[in-house]
């Protein structure tokens, strides 16, 4: 059965915003459930104030359509991101800004991918508690631990944010390929290093949220917990001056795994929905109550 996002859903060839659910969770190491969380976030998102005050638009009003979720290949890690990459091209290739719910963070390899193929070349915002740089886990590299070794090697210009575990091997590979790192300790002690994050984006990026960057005490529900996260405040201040001095090409949010703590998951829709304010903002598709356009 297909979802929608808030209360509205805009036919498909009116929408300029896809969300689209990839409940696949078949590389998850610890806690098994991010399956659930693209139903978890729109269900959520239903009881969402559509007027956003802090941004002075109603998000919704620019055309979001929630698509049919993905669907997966039981067995095969490979088919299933075929599969993934697949449904994001096609809506990229439709023109639609592509807003994917995860799903384990596996899934960001091929909508990244997707997202090169269909438009050009970008670097890549990965907000998270962990690096997941590593070249394989459990002996495979399409484990959720791995998506950003594999598309640092494919040569994405990487930023991580929010991060609080790595390996000492991942370290190594970060520096030597040049990672922007900005670890969650160093966001504590000296608050957002927004100017130095931004300088190390190029104009056009991608963005990836776990929404295990965020803290566990406002979001327990993800798969591997970790204390030390962002609050809500930082990330989304984040996301604005992203948003505002950058061109944001897509974004994934992943890693959702619902445990019955419904705040959790109205924090996730919240997040998702300020987010698509954002870009309508910034593209210029709705203008602020008051102004006009
Ligand atoms: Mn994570």
């Keep these: 059965m297909r979802l929608v996002f808030g209360e509205q859903d805009t036919p498909y060839e009116a929408a300029r915003v896809v969300v689209l659910p990839v409940p696949y969770d078949l590389s998850l190491s610890f806690l098994p459930g991010a399956r659930r969380g693209p139903e978890a976030i729109l269900l959520a998102s ?31 890690a490979e088919e299933s ?19 994917a719910l995860g799903g384990d963070h596996s899934i960001t390899h091929p909508l990244v991918l997707a997202h090169r193929e269909a438009l050009g070349e970008f670097s890549l915002l990965h907000i998270d ?64 290093p927004l100017k130095e994050i931004l300088a190390a984006l190029g104009k056009r990026v991608y963005i990836s949220f776990d929404f ?40 994934d949010f992943v890693e959702l795994s619902p445990n019955g703590q419904f705040h959790a998951e109205m924090t996730a829709a919240q997040l998702v929905y300020h987010a698509i304010g954002l870009k309508a903002l910034k593209a210029g598709w709705l203008a602020p109550e008051g102004e006009h356009s």
Excluded: C, N
């Design 212 to 251: 295990d960057a965020l803290d566990p005490s406002l979001m327990p529900s993800v798969g591997t917990p970790l204390p030390g996260g962002l609050s809500y405040r930082q990330a989304v201040d984040l996301l604005e001056a992203v948003f505002a001095e950058k061109e944001v090409v897509g974004m």
């Design 46 to 76: 239903r009881e969402l104030e559509p007027f956003l005050l802090e941004l002075g638009i109603a998000p919704e009003e620019a055309g979001i359509h929630a698509a049919e979720p993905v669907p997966w290949v039981a067995g095969s």
């Design 81 to 99: 991101h075929r599969l993934i990459r697949e449904a994001a091209l096609a809506h990229l290739q439709a023109g639609k800004f592509l807003v």
């Design 129 to 192: 508690a962990h690096a997941d740089l590593y070249p394989e886990w459990q002996g495979s590299p399409y484990s959720h631990a791995s998506p950003f070794h594999r598309l640092l090697l494919e040569g994405f210009p990487l930023v991580q944010v929010g991060i609080r575990a790595m390996d000492r091997d991942s370290l190594r590979l970060a520096r030597e390929r040049g990672v922007a790192l900005f670890p969650a300790h160093r966001l504590h002690r000296e608050g957002l």
